[in-house]
Nanobody, 119 residues
C-alpha cells in the first residue's frame, strides 16, 4: 500500500522559516510530478509548488522568492522550504504525488500538516 507521510509543520513567527518534507513509501513503479498544496478552512485547496521528475519546477506567484520546492528521487522525497513566512501562509499543507503503482498513474495525497504563522 502506498503512503505519503509529511512532516515539518508547526508554528512560526512572521519572517521565519519552516521546512516541510514528504516521503513516498510502498510498492510503486515510478513517481512523476510531486507537489505541495495548501488549504484554509472554507476555501478550496490550492497548488503552492510542484516539481517534475526531470527537474522542472513551478511555484505560484504568491510564494515565489520565498518558498522553494526540491525533490530527491533516490529517497522518494519532496521538500518545501518556506522562508519569510507571512500570516497568510497559515494553512494545512498537503503533498501529492502522481504515482504508477502498476495499474496506471494516479494522484496520491498525504494526510496534511498544519502551518501557522503568528506572532
Amino acid at each position: 500500500q502506498v503512503q505519503l507521510v509529511e512532516s515539518g509543520g508547526g508554528l512560526a513567527q512572521p519572517g521565519g522559516s519552516l521546512r516541510l518534507s514528504c516521503t513516498v513509501s510502498g510498492r510503486l513503479r515510478n513517481i512523476f510530478t510531486m507537489a505541495w498544496h495548501r488549504q484554509i478552512p472554507g476555501k478550496n485547496r490550492e497548488l503552492v509548488a510542484r516539481a517534475g521528475r526531470g527537474g522542472g519546477r513551478y511555484a505560484v506567484d504568491s510564494v515565489k522568492g520565498r518558498f522553494a520546492i526540491s525533490r530527491d528521487n533516490a529517497k522518494n522525497m519532496v521538500v518545501l522550504q518556506m522562508n519569510d513566512l507571512k500570516p497568510e501562509d497559515s494553512a494545512v499543507y498537503y503533498c501529492s504525488a502522481d504515482l504508477d503503482t502498476g495499474g496506471g498513474v494516479s494522484t496520491y495525497w498525504g494526510q496534511g500538516t498544519q502551518v501557522t504563522v503568528s506572532s
